[in-house]
């Protein structure tokens, strides 16, 4: 008997063991899917993840939020509510998050083809019982049967719009697409011929192997055939495309963890910006000098002097810029323009007026002099905002260059100190150096208009405008350990910087903010962005690192959680 049972038992095992060799493996989704699209997304578990968002709080605020009222009144969602309406006739019913749920199986996966008519198909991996009770199958009736790789799918063309919609299921996949030979091919494609698809394109195949591992969410991109198209270059919300131009091709993928969501991006360089890039770590480490009481910093290869040297003038040493007038009020009457005229009382003859833009300029030349002498490798600049009563906000900002070699400090003094004093004073009279020693730490403090701090320490040259915040960048080091090669890197720390945002905005705003041709829509800044910084007021710190490499570039986006 007990002999009878282990004969019975290796006979269940082989058994077992047989079904697992000869079940079908699942096929990739993506050679399901005609050649020839400009954008695919796949989930292994689409459902789930439109489960997460139908119950999460940033859906319900969003929707609520200012930011969802001004979007519903652009353009973009005109556009796309009446393809929706177009699709939801041809359909026989508006299809609502419900009905799309109803047939979000596990792993699933959209190709868009053509953005004008918004073209796409989509596949996913269902059971039987499921789609049964979707409203999808229960209009299936009314549509038209055709037949495929020996599969019979179901169409309908709406005659108003001539939009169509056809589906399909067999072997436990879902095909939906709003063209019927986009379903025809893919049922071809189920049964095994070796027609073109999207998991043979180039574009495809090469993002894909260039990306280390699939996320919950991956988007992948046919960049060179994207900026081809008017519609992605008249809708695309970021309005760059010159710089798309330099990628063909990318992927995106979106994972979650505890308290945090990552983005990890790849994007393939065009041939001609293809090249050798120097990864030396210099980034990385002088991105450790930003310290807690920075809400903004960014880190970055200092490879244009003058981009660097304008910089340093802008956030340190050129004075703010001259208020416009007010347009509430009559404007002020106009002399005869003769200065000392009867007609002009108001123009200064007694002292020659500060320069304006030859003065930037001039300050800008002194500082790149500064910077080509010691061939900068990276910079870093931080930021933050403090109150200062009412609405009014400053953003004190500090700087570190790092250079090739020692920074010699009288030329660096001499440079700032000329620099300033095109902007500061006539002729630089009155602008000296005085070495302030109130800190533990001996730096040096140029006399003007505003604050300008100094200090150098080896390689590493310190500039800054705020006490406080300059003091922080240098209690901070820079590790031992081996650096990350990276080329940029930032970070945002949303939930710090929020409240003093938002009496930005609300300034930016002021005239909508009293009623002034407001209408019905809501002020940008104060309004739209702001509900926006609100709906997402979960996402307490956002951090972006970016690697180049020849042929390729690698970003990292994550959003910390607060706890």
Not at 246 to 256: E, F, I, K, P, T
Request: aromatic share 10%; with cysteine; hydrophobic share 45%.
């Amino acid at each position: 008997m007990k002999r009878a049972g282990i004969f019975t038992l290796l006979l269940l095992i082989t058994a077992g063991y047989l079904s697992l060799r000869t079940a079908p493996a699942p096929r990739q989704l993506a050679s399901l899917m005609p050649g020839g699209a400009l954008l695919y997304i796949e989930s292994p578990d689409f459902g789930g993840l439109l489960s997460d968002w139908d119950r999460s709080k940033v859906k319900a605020g969003w929707l609520q939020s200012v930011n969802f009222a001004g979007f519903s009144r652009s353009n973009l969602f005109t556009k796309l509510q009446e393809v929706y309406g177009h699709y939801g006739a041809a359909a026989g019913f508006l299809p609502s998050l419900a009905s799309v749920a109803e047939i979000a199986g596990g792993g699933s996966a959209l190709a868009l083809y053509e953005i004008r008519d918004v073209e796409f198909l989509y596949v996913t991996r269902i059971t039987d019982a499921s789609l049964m009770k979707s409203q999808l199958w229960a209009v299936r009736e009314q549509f038209q049967q055709r037949q495929s790789g020996g599969v019979t799918f179901y169409l309908r063309t709406d005659p108003a719009s001539r939009r169509t919609v056809a589906f399909a299921f067999t072997n436990n996949y879902l095909f939906l697409a709003t063209r019927d030979d986009l379903v025809a091919q893919a049922l071809e494609l189920l049964a095994g011929a070796q027609n073109p698809n999207l998991a043979a394109d180039r574009w495809y195949r090469e993002a894909v192997a260039a990306s280390a591992r699939a996320g919950e969410l991956r988007l992948v991109m046919n960049l060179e055939s994207l900026v081809k198209s008017v519609y992605f270059r008249s809708y695309w919300v970021q309005r760059n495309v010159s710089v798309i131009r330099r990628y063909w091709a990318g992927v995106a993928d979106l994972s979650r963890g505890r308290q945090s969501i990552t983005e990890t991006r790849v994007f393939l360089r065009t041939p001609e910006r293809a090249g050798i890039v120097h990864n030396d770590g210099a980034v990385s480490g002088i991105a450790e000098l930003a310290p807690p009481e920075g809400g903004l910093y960014r880190a970055w290869r200092a490879s244009d002097p003058a981009a660097i040297a304008a910089l340093i003038v802008q956030k340190l040493i050129r004075p703010p810029a001259a208020s416009g007038s007010d347009e509430c009020f009559a404007p002020a009457a106009v002399g005869e323009g003769v200065a000392g005229s009867e007609g002009d009382l108001e123009s200064r003859i007694d002292e020659e007026p500060l320069p304006s833009s030859a003065g930037v300029a001039q300050s800008i030349t002194a500082l790149r002099a500064l910077a080509d002498r010691n061939d900068g490798r990276a910079t870093l600049l931080v930021q933050s905002s403090a109150a200062v009563g009412g609405p009014f906000v400053v953003m004190p900002s500090v700087m570190v260059l790092e250079g090739a070699g020692d920074w010699n400090a009288t030329l660096v003094r001499d440079a700032l100190r000329a620099a300033a004093g095109q902007l500061w004073t006539v002729s630089g009279i009155g602008v000296t150096w005085v070495t302030d020693r109130s800190t533990r730490y001996a730096f040096d403090r140029l006399n003007g208009l505003g604050p300008l701090l100094c200090a150098v320490r080896g390689h590493y040259l310190y500039l800054g405008n705020d006490l406080r915040l300059f003091t922080a960048v240098l209690d901070r080091s820079i590790s031992a350990s081996a650096p990350v090669p990276l080329t940029y890197t930032a970070g945002f720390r949303h939930l710090q910087e929020r409240p003093n945002y938002q009496r930005i905005m609300t300034a930016l705003d002021f005239k909508l903010a009293r009623g002034m041709g407001r209408g019905d829509m809501p002020a940008f800044f104060s309004d739209n962005i702001a509900s926006l910084s609100q709906v997402l007021s979960q996402i307490q710190d956002v951090r972006v690192s970016r690697e180049e490499r020849d042929t390729e570039i690698i970003e990292t986006v994550e959003y910390q959680m607060a706890r």
